[in-house]
């Protein structure tokens, strides 16, 4: 029996620590916060259970599946996705389909786009390079007006950089490959297969996206592990196999695994070269600002959440829990919206005080004609650190010569999750590393860690890289 340390009660350290638990090792588990979930918790507010924005769950991994159900059991909804894009003052269906496109943008515009995307097409049959930047790779797949109208804004106002310094990556991820050429015949109902990615339905649970993560811990404690609430770590001992808590104890174990901020962790790594403190001082992350308000109307619009990409306002997301099944039931005939903001830790955003936000949200959502003249009743804002690594142009590099100092100095340190091993996870990724992290531990496998393939298609088809 080993004694296994973890950092983090998100999905990422409660996966590793409930599937150790209960293989029989002695787990302790650390959480800064006084809540477990993690950037995925669900939390009380108006008399209903909120999310941090919009939380759809969606893996290919059977072994995730598998979890999730058996933690969620029937008190789940499906839900019909409906996401679009605010652009221009329209609404467009995402993802982009022609028809929709065409009827919002108009006969010119639409046939400027197709002009541009058949020259694209001729170009990449020319110089079939590779793509560096989120922008190169965009512009290869529909075309630069179509990127201009679609891609650019968003992703600027999300990750704060020009999308030409964007690492492919990003794209890679989160970005579906279809082609136009494709999605023009499935929406003329000439191609029957439906792209993975247009998956349409998604479950959910009653209790909101953080009740799956509120049972894990559950059973972690029936399988005697322990979490410890409000227990920041501020790093590694000297020895590198010892927690060192903000009070200034100390304990050792076999094993440690990690979800805090890799940036954090390796920088009291007890060995680290002078050279690799540059190399994480150029790693950095995103924070997101949540602004929720409480709206006097019940059906304000029948979107999941939408994507503003408008460059007017500097609002990036609006999630509508009217329309997920925890939300349904918001008491009053009340809505209640999570308004997203993006920006640096010295950014003027990050840094204003919480009535200064709620009004900047509130002018910004009328302006965009989204409360319908309704009244909002009740405010709130949640602020999330590093919440989003930032991909720029290099990182990887950056990355993968920290990723050797582990590999070679640190066999007893897993680091794993979104901000703990810098990796733009979604839930089902986390989830994912948790449970390959526990089969490492145990000794049943040998997986590499630092190759969790989510690459979109490829996580999509269940792909996990196996060791070689
Ligand atoms: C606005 C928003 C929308 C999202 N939408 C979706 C979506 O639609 N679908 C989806 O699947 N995913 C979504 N995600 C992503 C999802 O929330 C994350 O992928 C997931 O929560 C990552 O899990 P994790 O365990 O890796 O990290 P986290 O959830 O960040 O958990 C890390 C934990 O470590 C704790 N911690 C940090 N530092 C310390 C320390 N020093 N000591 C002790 N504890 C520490 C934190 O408090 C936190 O609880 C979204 C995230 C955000 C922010």
Not at 221 to 231: C, K, M, W
Not at 422 to 427: C, D, E, L, M, T
Request: with cysteine; charged share 25%; glycine share 10%.
């Amino acid at each position: 029996m080993l004694k296994i340390a973890v950092i983090g009660a998100g999905p990422a350290g409660l996966t590793a620590a409930y599937e150790l638990a209960r293989r029989g090792h002695e787990v302790e588990v650390f959480e800064a916060s006084p809540q477990v979930g993690g950037m995925a918790r669900s939390f009380e507010l108006w008399e209903t259970r909120v999310d941090l924005g919009p939380h759809r769950f969606f893996s290919g991994d059977a072994r995730v599946n598998a979890l999730w159900h058996d933690l969620v059991g029937k008190d789940f909804k499906m839900v019909d996705r409906m996401t679009r894009i605010f652009h221009g003052g329209e609404f467009f269906d995402y993802p982009l389909r022609p028809m929709n496109a065409l009827a919002r943008l108009g006969l010119l515009e639409s046939a400027r786009c197709m002009i541009s995307y058949a020259g694209q097409t001729v170009a990449n049959r020319l110089h079939s390079g590779k793509k560096e930047s989120f922008e190169d790779w965009v512009v290869a797949a529909f075309g630069r007006r179509l990127f201009e109208m679609f891609f650019k804004d968003y992703s600027e106002k999300l990750w704060g950089i020009p999308c030409d310094e964007l690492d492919v990556d990003f794209a890679a991820q989160r970005i579906q490959r279809f082609s136009l050429g494709r999605a023009v015949l499935s929406a003329l109902g000439l191609e029957k297969a439906i792209h993975k990615t247009l998956v349409h339905r998604f479950p959910h649970p009653l209790e909101g996206a953080g009740i799956v993560y509120e049972r894990m811990a559950a059973r972690i404690r029936e399988h005697g592990g322990v979490i410890h609430l409000n227990r920041p770590i501020s790093g590694l001992g000297k020895d590198g196999r010892s927690l060192q808590q903000t009070d200034g104890s100390c304990s050792s174990y076999d094993h440690i695994v990690s979800t805090m901020p890799l940036t954090a962790l390796c920088r009291t790594l007890p060995d680290l070269p002078d050279g690799l403190l540059g190399t994480l001082d150029r790693l950095d992350y995103r924070n997101t600002i949540l602004v929720y308000l409480k709206v006097d109307h019940p059906d304000l619009f029948p979107d999941q959440w939408l994507y503003i990409q408008s460059p007017e306002v500097r609002l990036g997301r609006v999630t509508n829990f009217r329309n997920w099944p925890n939300g349904q039931t918001t008491p009053g005939g009340h809505s209640i919206l999570a308004l997203e903001y993006w920006d640096n830790a010295d950014g003027d955003l990050w840094n204003s005080p919480d009535e200064a936000l709620v009004r900047l949200a509130g002018e910004e959502i009328r302006r965009i004609g989204l409360l319908r003249g309704a009244e909002i009743k009740d405010t709130a804002v949640v602020r999330v650190p590093k919440c989003y690594p930032v991909y720029r142009k290099g990182y990887r590099v950056w990355l993968d010569e920290i990723v050797s100092h582990l590999r070679a100095h640190h066999p007893h340190l897993s680091l794993i999750g979104r901000y703990g091993a810098f990796k733009y996870n979604n839930q089902d990724h986390s989830i994912l590393m948790g449970i390959l992290a526990a089969e490492n531990i145990s000794g049943e496998a040998n997986h590499d860690l630092w190759d969790v393939n989510t690459d979109y298609q490829s996580y999509q088809e269940g792909g996990v890289r196996k060791p070689s």
